[in-house]
């Protein structure tokens, strides 16, 4: 599948700080989708978005896919302790495309 | 309405062995997916069934067979397992083929000795 860069690898957060991370591919995209994943579960959807520009919000979560089609970001506001997971960023290249190609994921992790 | 579910939860196998991992959806959905997911990787896509009677390979097919029996049911079958497919399985199911929203299960955590 097509390399999606995702950052920061890890992070740490403290309650009510806002974090962003982004996921950056050389290659357009159609539709970006944004996963969390909780420790021992599957990924579970958290926004999709299908067009350029896009910015869609969930809550204290907001995303956005890029003008340029290469790329995405999310952002968690005033974060919470059950904010903790992994993040992935995943993309669709075509509207017929089976596949969706997986970022490696940023571990969000609360700061001791 | 349980979504998708995955069966075992956890699995330990010697070398050569074999076993299926069996998943289902009630979402009555068309399209229906297997990964897998390793540390510091993103999820990978070792075969999908776009509807009931077709499967096709994705990116990482070697070591696996699959089996759409059903809309409900897609099982994935590891016919002689190697300690390179130690991994947590995923299967995930969508509307259909290109509708990306997809759902997944809790996953099945193999561990190959």
């Known amino acids: 599948g097509q390399q999606l860069n995702q950052s920061p690898q890890s992070m740490f957060i403290q309650e009510g700080e806002d974090v962003s991370m982004n996921c950056t591919s050389s290659s357009i995209f159609n539709t970006w989708l944004w996963y969390k994943q909780e420790p021992g579960e599957g990924p579970v959807l958290l926004i999709a978005?299908?067009?350029?520009?896009e910015l869609t919000s969930n809550g204290r979560l907001t995303a956005q896919f890029g003008i340029t089609r290469k790329d995405s970001f999310l952002n968690i506001s005033a974060s919470i302790p059950s904010d903790v997971g992994i993040y992935f960023c995943a993309g669709q290249l075509g509207s017929n495309d089976y596949k969706l190609s997986f970022g490696a994921g940023t571990t969000v992790t609360v700061r001791a | 309405n349980a979504g998708v579910t995955q069966t075992p939860k956890f699995q330990v196998l010697k070398t050569g062995q074999s076993m299926t991992l069996q998943c289902a959806q009630d979402m009555n959905h068309n399209s229906m997916y297997w990964y897998r997911q390793d540390p510091g990787m993103g999820l990978r896509l070792i075969y999908y069934?776009?509807?009931?009677?077709?499967?096709d390979k994705g990116e990482v097919p070697n070591g696996y067979n699959v089996s759409r029996l059903n809309k409900r049911e897609f099982s994935l079958r590891l016919e002689s397992a190697a300690p390179s497919q130690t991994s947590v399985y995923f299967c995930a199911s969508s509307e259909m083929t290109g509708l990306v929203t997809q759902y997944f299960g809790p996953g099945t955590r193999l561990l190959v000795l």
């Open positions: 069934s776009a509807s009931e009677g077709t499967t």
């Open positions: 978005l299908y067009k350029a520009g």
